[in-house]
């Protein structure tokens, strides 16, 4: 069956449903598995639909998704652990009656997802790994979170969502996995801030370890589709369209055929232009009076 990686939704279900329709045009409605970087929610109108047609689709077998920070955001504003922001739109999740069936299912979906792309060996993750992880050690660390967050009833989940990454090694972990954009250049620490001030991007220093896998994420609107050697970035912002830039969505549909589909060049790539406007630029604080 055919991979589609696809890029952060973040609630742009009416993207989502036409790359979902481009793809079975092009392989037949069960002809591709939709493999999802995670962000399914938050920022755009169409939340519940995302995650339901996504739900639907995996448990046909035909659709994986790993965790996303607006995931993760999500379950801490369900739990009480932080406040509804004015950017946030998940209010259509928090009010429904199954918001527990919700939670469950979130909180079980995987941090990373493995597999072999021709002859490359490869793992799909929301945001980044530490650049000296083997893709043994990626896995075996996933895997150690991914009990975190699943064992026990919300108690357990709402503490360990609630620690802090400095007293708990698996929070640490998890925000990595979730939420970095870049690490030091002395012990590779990472940081949800742009590469700067000693930092540089998470993958650039990953690339220089020359690792034989091959990586999937998104997270980073702001840096764009990322198409490097063993490297596919592919959050493009859909929800961040009217920012100055338009925004789209994206999907990679690798070439099994090639022996790395990870080589370049590569133009294997599906985008669908955001339908509507969904940034709005914040409200102008008033001048005050001298």
């Given at each position: 069956?055919?991979?589609?990686?696809?890029?952060d939704?973040q609630?742009?279900?009416?993207?989502?449903?036409?790359l979902?329709e481009?793809?079975?045009?092009?392989?037949?409605?069960?002809?591709?598995?939709?493999?999802?970087?995670?962000?399914?929610v938050n920022?755009?109108?169409?939340?519940?639909?995302?995650?339901?047609?996504?739900?639907?689709?995996?448990?046909?077998?035909?659709?994986r998704?790993?965790?996303?920070n607006?995931?993760?955001?999500?379950?801490?504003?369900a739990?009480?652990?932080?406040?509804v922001?004015?950017?946030?739109?998940?209010?259509?999740?928090?009010?429904?009656?199954?918001?527990?069936?919700?939670?469950?299912?979130?909180?079980?979906?995987p941090?990373?997802?493995?597999?072999?792309?021709?002859?490359?060996?490869?793992?799909?993750?929301?945001?980044?790994?530490?650049?000296?992880?083997?893709?043994?050690?990626?896995e075996?660390?996933?895997?150690?979170?991914?009990?975190?967050l699943?064992?026990?009833?919300?108690?357990?989940?709402?503490?360990?969502?609630?620690?802090?990454?400095?007293?708990?090694?698996?929070?640490?972990?998890?925000?990595r996995?979730?939420?970095?954009r870049s690490?030091?250049?002395?012990?590779?620490?990472?940081?949800?801030?742009?590469?700067?001030?000693?930092?540089?991007a998470?993958?650039?220093?990953?690339?220089?370890?020359r690792h034989?896998?091959?990586?999937?994420?998104?997270h980073w609107a702001?840096?764009?589709?990322?198409?490097?050697?063993?490297?596919?970035g592919?959050?493009?912002?859909?929800?961040?369209?009217?920012?100055?830039?338009?925004?789209?969505?994206?999907?990679?549909?690798?070439?099994?055929?090639?022996?790395?589909?990870?080589?370049?060049?590569?133009?294997?790539?599906?985008?669908?232009?955001?339908?509507?406007?969904?940034?709005?630029d914040?409200?102008?604080?008033?001048?005050?009076n001298?």
């Amino acid at each position: 069956m055919q991979p589609v990686f696809i890029g952060d939704v973040q609630g742009c279900g009416s993207e989502l449903d036409e790359l979902l329709e481009r793809a079975g045009g092009r392989f037949g409605a069960a002809g591709f598995e939709a493999w999802l970087v995670g962000d399914l929610v938050n920022r755009g109108p169409r939340n519940h639909a995302v995650l339901a047609r996504v739900r639907e689709l995996a448990d046909a077998g035909r659709a994986r998704c790993v965790l996303g920070n607006h995931e993760l955001g999500l379950l801490a504003a369900a739990l009480g652990i932080r406040p509804v922001g004015g950017s946030d739109s998940i209010g259509d999740l928090l009010e429904r009656d199954d918001l527990d069936d919700w939670i469950d299912w979130v909180r079980g979906l995987p941090l990373v997802l493995t597999g072999v792309l021709g002859e490359r060996p490869f793992a799909m993750v929301h945001a980044a790994v530490h650049p000296d992880w083997t893709l043994a050690e990626l896995e075996a660390a996933a895997r150690r979170v991914e009990a975190r967050l699943r064992e026990g009833g919300r108690g357990p989940l709402r503490r360990f969502l609630a620690s802090s990454p400095a007293d708990d090694a698996d929070r640490d972990l998890l925000g990595r996995l979730t939420s970095c954009r870049s690490v030091s250049r002395e012990d590779a620490a990472w940081s949800k801030l742009e590469p700067g001030d000693g930092r540089v991007a998470w993958h650039e220093a990953w690339a220089r370890r020359r690792h034989d896998y091959g990586i999937v994420y998104g997270h980073w609107a702001m840096q764009g589709l990322h198409v490097a050697p063993g490297l596919r970035g592919l959050d493009t912002g859909c929800v961040h369209h009217g920012r100055d830039h338009d925004g789209f969505l994206t999907a990679w549909i690798p070439d099994a055929k090639r022996a790395d589909p990870f080589a370049l060049p590569d133009e294997d790539f599906v985008q669908v232009r955001a339908h509507e406007r969904y940034y709005r630029d914040p409200p102008t604080p008033p001048v005050a009076n001298s």
